[in-house]
């Protein structure tokens, strides 16, 4: 039987799809990509591209071939790596990185514009965050489509702002498009992909294709097949949307090359914003970042916290909740710019094991043991250490020199030859560490 979903139906769908991925991430680091890479923003946003809407639909194209969770895909090495791969992204989407950026993000568009003079911004900030947090721990306990519902409105309202900004950059342009600076000038695609992993959504794909898949069925999808073709065509059209939005953030952002280089990308578009539209222009923007921000606060501290009280069941839901959004409010007034800072080495020793994983689970009928994945993804860990450590500028002298030498570490793919490596060593037939304790 060959089922078929309306257009209508899988635009929903896309729609969906595509509100669940653009969050804090996605409004403000095109912006600062446009303005760092200037001539060249057209590159780095493609490299942004990539890794950020490119991965989300092959991580929701992996785990839709092998099954319907994220515990499907990661099982594939075992269950006991499947729980660690698990924690570890739920925390990457959850109190280390995202989570806390909404509050920081929501701070500096919709109240940092807005602080008068002499008053200082870390009080203000510590005091906002703190509300932010106490309001998303409220809603949290008892999260309802009241969310879902709030979502669909404020996504629309934030791509028709985003529409409203680029119109009116191009008919009133901020400045020329100026040079661009530092590796944006020398391999500005790859810079742009490195980029890309801040956004989070290529690991946020794989705990987010279970709630596409159980949406496929709800609209009575119930073929295999079908499952598989719809939730890749919805993934494909929030792929493109999320480039084409990407695209005109990065166009604005690449107007104010020209001018000093701003600290993050919530201050380019804040400034951008005045610029073109004035006050009225930040408190509209505020207004609407503010509430989508708090949307996915709620939506990510709750799927945190349903996670974390199935693995550890002595620990009840209320109190997860409590400890994580506690935490988030402490690391939410580093400031955006530190985040990034301390965040970015850890993300490029994770994506890489991650990307292996998902590009390996494509040829799961041809590896058909656990071991190839293994070394595969063990290798690129490794390799992804040293790219941690070259993003937080340090280095391990002769070791880290050795290890530059491999093929495309220049260019943040290092890893990518060792984990082929693993992956042929895990297939040798006498390799079989863990199908042994399988059995």
Same mark, same amino acid.
């Given at each position: 039987?060959?089922?078929?979903?309306?257009?209508?139906?899988?635009?929903?769908?896309? /729609?969906?799809?595509?509100?669940? #991925?653009?969050? +804090?991430?996605?409004?403000?680091?095109?912006?600062?990509?446009?303005?760092?890479?200037?001539?060249? #923003?057209?590159?780095?946003?493609?490299?942004?591209?990539?890794?950020?809407?490119?991965?989300?639909?092959?991580?929701?194209?992996?785990?839709?071939?092998?099954?319907?969770?994220?515990?499907?895909?990661?099982?594939?090495?075992?269950?006991? #790596?499947?729980?660690?791969?698990?924690?570890?992204?739920?925390?990457?989407?959850?109190? /280390?990185?995202?989570?806390?950026?909404?509050?920081?993000?929501?701070?500096?568009?919709?109240?940092?514009?807005?602080?008068?003079?002499?008053?200082?911004?870390?009080?203000?900030?510590?005091?906002?965050?703190?509300?932010?947090?106490?309001?998303?721990?409220? /809603?949290?306990?008892?999260?309802?489509?009241?969310?879902?519902?709030?979502?669909?409105?404020?996504?629309?309202?934030?791509?028709?702002?985003? !529409?409203?900004?680029?119109?009116?950059?191009?008919?009133?342009?901020?400045?020329?498009?100026?040079?661009?600076?530092?590796?944006?000038?020398?391999?500005?695609?790859?810079?742009?992909?490195?980029?890309?992993?801040?956004?989070?959504?290529?690991?946020?794909?794989?705990?987010?294709?279970?709630?596409?898949?159980?949406?496929?069925?709800?609209?009575?999808?119930?073929?295999?097949?079908?499952?598989?073709?719809?939730?890749?065509?919805?993934?494909?059209? !929030?792929?493109?949307?999320?480039?084409?939005?990407?695209?005109?953030?990065?166009?604005?952002? !690449?107007?104010?090359?020209?001018?000093?280089?701003?600290?993050?990308?919530?201050?380019?578009?804040?400034?951008?914003?005045?610029?073109?539209?004035?006050?009225?222009?930040?408190?509209?923007?505020?207004?609407?970042?503010?509430?989508?921000?708090?949307?996915?606060?709620?939506?990510?501290?709750?799927?945190?916290?349903?996670?974390?009280?199935?693995?550890?069941?002595?620990?009840?839901?209320? *109190?997860?909740?409590?400890?994580?959004?506690?935490?988030?409010? !402490?690391?939410?007034?580093?400031?955006?710019?530190?985040?990034?800072?301390?965040?970015?080495?850890?993300?490029?020793?994770?994506?890489?094991?991650?990307?292996?994983?998902?590009?390996?689970?494509?040829?799961?009928?041809?590896? *058909?043991?656990?071991?190839?994945?293994?070394? +595969?993804?063990?290798?690129?860990?490794?390799?992804?250490?040293?790219?941690?450590?070259?993003?937080?500028?340090?280095?391990?002298?002769?070791?880290?020199?050795?290890?530059?030498?491999?093929?495309?570490?220049?260019?943040? /793919?290092?890893?990518?030859?060792? +984990?082929?490596?693993?992956?042929?060593?895990?297939?040798?037939?006498?390799?079989?560490?863990?199908?042994?304790?399988?059995?």
């Amino acid at each position: 039987m060959n089922q078929k979903l309306s257009f209508s139906k899988l635009l929903s769908l896309s /729609l969906m799809l595509f509100a669940m #991925f653009f969050g +804090a991430g996605n409004m403000i680091f095109p912006p600062m990509l446009g303005q760092l890479s200037g001539v060249n #923003f057209l590159q780095s946003v493609a490299g942004f591209v990539i890794t950020d809407a490119g991965l989300s639909i092959l991580g929701i194209a992996a785990v839709v071939m092998v099954g319907t969770k994220l515990d499907d895909l990661v099982g594939l090495i075992g269950p006991k #790596f499947s729980i660690f791969m698990g924690i570890v992204i739920y925390l990457l989407i959850g109190p /280390l990185f995202a989570l806390p950026r909404t509050g920081t993000v929501s701070f500096e568009l919709a109240v940092v514009p807005f602080i008068p003079d002499g008053i200082p911004k870390v009080a203000v900030s510590v005091i906002f965050t703190a509300i932010f947090f106490t309001v998303t721990y409220i /809603l949290s306990l008892n999260p309802s489509k009241l969310v879902d519902i709030v979502g669909k409105i404020l996504t629309p309202i934030l791509l028709i702002s985003i !529409a409203v900004i680029f119109i009116t950059s191009l008919t009133n342009p901020m400045g020329e498009i100026g040079p661009a600076t530092g590796e944006y000038a020398s391999i500005p695609f790859f810079k742009g992909m490195i980029e890309g992993y801040l956004a989070l959504d290529g690991l946020a794909a794989l705990a987010f294709a279970i709630v596409v898949i159980s949406a496929v069925k709800d609209f009575g999808i119930t073929e295999r097949k079908s499952i598989v073709r719809y939730t890749l065509l919805a993934g494909m059209f !929030a792929g493109i949307a999320l480039a084409i939005t990407y695209l005109a953030l990065g166009y604005v952002g !690449a107007q104010t090359s020209g001018n000093p280089i701003f600290e993050n990308g919530s201050e380019v578009l804040a400034a951008v914003v005045f610029h073109l539209l004035g006050k009225g222009g930040n408190i509209v923007l505020g207004i609407a970042v503010l509430l989508a921000c708090l949307t996915t606060s709620i939506g990510l501290s709750s799927s945190f916290s349903d996670y974390f009280n199935v693995i550890f069941p002595k620990y009840s839901y209320k *109190k997860i909740l409590a400890v994580v959004c506690i935490f988030s409010f !402490a690391i939410s007034n580093l400031g955006l710019t530190s985040m990034i800072k301390f965040t970015l080495p850890a993300l490029v020793m994770i994506y890489p094991p991650a990307i292996a994983l998902v590009l390996l689970s494509f040829f799961n009928k041809w590896i *058909k043991k656990p071991e190839p994945y293994a070394l +595969a993804l063990l290798f690129a860990f490794i390799i992804g250490i040293f790219d941690g450590l070259k993003a937080a500028h340090l280095s391990l002298g002769s070791l880290s020199d050795m290890i530059a030498q491999l093929p495309l570490f220049d260019l943040g /793919l290092g890893w990518v030859l060792p +984990a082929v490596i693993g992956c042929l060593i895990g297939k040798l037939p006498f390799v079989n560490f863990l199908s042994i304790r399988k059995h």
